[in-house]
């Protein structure tokens, strides 16, 4: 069953029951699959064909929610881009993919109509197509043949070179993960799930895709509420939420801002908690089953071009679970390997190199040959495992844990940031000789981004400027919380290179460590 | 020292670990859109304003739209603020 034959089940079965909840709007099945199928026909209506890649530039709302399904109907690929993106990064990703197709909410400003057009990137209202398109035709399940290789969805992350690089996901992988996540949580059609993730991050695979496959209710939580815990909480109890899916960091979120409040926002619904994409701060571990007191926790591991490979499940007294929290065992449709540098695996204990392979696995990159045809690129599998440069090992629990990266790659707030972008864009600033940015572990946050910059001579800088300057040409979540000056040299290896190390120390003692 | 200079003051020391630019910061800046302050920032500034400014925001005050530049957050406050002083 691929994710569209879910929607038509769901639809047949239980027409009436509520898909989606976003504020005071509710749209059930049977509105869900005819507004789709409306913008469907309208995408065909203006040649869009099958295969193509089409961008949705909206925030989370009910109609991105329906253009997803449109395009999928339209046995299209969507590749989610956040309005709030610079424009170097859309880009980017337009040109990755060969936009030819923008799905847009209602109306752009004028000045980001233009630099579309001039992207020759055709954009499509999807709220006038509801308007303007009055037929629709009676689902039709998946057509025979229907390839599980097809492309679903291209999720961007982070790329070595500034350019971000588009995991293409199939319609194979996105049904391994759902049947995974029905029969590991039980899902059910009384269940809500919440949707905290923007669109762009694959922890929104689980409360898109999955949610319609158990025909439940997914709640869609707005910009605005992830950024308020009050109003989460009273979002999640209002709307009767049963699993609750997020980073760390909105997790950690609850929790500080109960000890701001001294008031806990007690979520009693929820049944099972779930949070991916960083370390847990050990604070909001101890914190959490105040919040959540009926609930099971549940640390989940993964990588966009793999989905989610471990879980580790806490123990009911949280205090009892392993500091830092283990990423857990992995999962049944999953293979693993742990290994050296001549690439034998390595014993229990001994920290290693983990690969991994599955059916959940990206088929490879979105790139472009050179005659500019799309290809899929999987130099980053040997074997067709692959490699996730993260170094772990399996101890006597039987877990695995995680101890760092082989490469400049972090996690801060949830986002893979590769350090070496933002040194490029702070390179091409052109106001400094020497340019080195590093992490600090954070309680909160799990990084902090620190940038150690040696100006040109005569120039003055100000944090204000920088920031500034970064917030044009990084995504929001890359821009270094904090910047040093220094009016010397920075200090350099044997090899010549700057010495991150001794620029951290540096750094520690310029901030009084 | 009024209302919205000691809330530039406290966002060049706490966010841009800068008290030379307090001058520099638009007060009209999104301070959200330009980097410099999160969600668990926005927390931070409401916990300065309750302890510092001994004013009470309430939990459903704390939207991003009332705390997003300095002009905002004088706004938000100016009732209460204008009480005390």
Known sequence: MMVLDYLNLAAEATPDKTAIICGEQRLSYKQLDQLSEKISIGLKNLGVVPGEKIAIYMDKSLLAVISIYAILKTECCYVPISPDSPWSRV???????????????????????????????????????????????????????????????????????????????????????VSWAISAFDLDADDRLLSHAPLQFDLSFFDLFAAVAASATVVLATPADTVNASRMAQLVNDTGVTIWQSVPSALTLQVVSNSTYKQPEIMPNVRCVLFAGERMPRQTVLNIPTLFPNADFYNIYGCTETNNTFMYQLPADVSKAPDPLPLGKVLPHIQHRIVDEYGVNVSPGTKGHLLVAGETMMIGYIGLDEAGISIYNNSNCINGFYQTN?????????????????DNVIKSNGYRINLMEIEDQLWQSGKFVEVAVLCEADDLIGNRIIAVLRPESEHTCSVLDLKIYCAQTLPKYAIPHSFYFSSTVLPKSSTGKIDKHQVAQLWQSAVGY | MNTQQRISQYIAKEFLQDEGSVSEI????????????????????????????????????????????IHAITHLISPQSAEVS
Not at chain 1, 150 to 173: C, F, Y
């Open chain 1, 91 to 177: 880009t980017g990703i337009l040109n990755n993919c060969v936009i030819q197709h923008l799905l847009i909410d209602d109306q752009l400003n004028h000045e980001t109509q233009t630099l579309f057009h001039n992207a020759k990137v055709n954009t499509v209202s999807a709220r006038q197509l509801l308007e303007t398109i009055n037929t629709t035709r009676q689902s039709v399940l998946t057509r025979p043949g229907a390839n599980g290789t097809d492309p679903a969805a291209i999720l961007h992350t982070s790329g070595s070179t500034g350019v971000p690089k588009g995991a293409v996901i199939t319609q194979k992988n996105l049904a391994v993960f």
């Open chain 1, 390 to 406: 993260d170094i772990v090992s399996v101890e006597n629990d039987g877990n695995v844990y995680f101890h760092g990266r082989l």
């Open chain 2, 26 to 69: 638009p007060e009209d800046l999104n301070l959200l859109d330009a980097g410099i302050v999160d969600s668990l920032g926005l927390l931070r500034i409401v916990a300065f304003l309750e302890e510092e400014m001994q004013v009470v925001i309430e939990p459903e005050d704390m939207i991003p739209e009332n705390l997003k530049s």
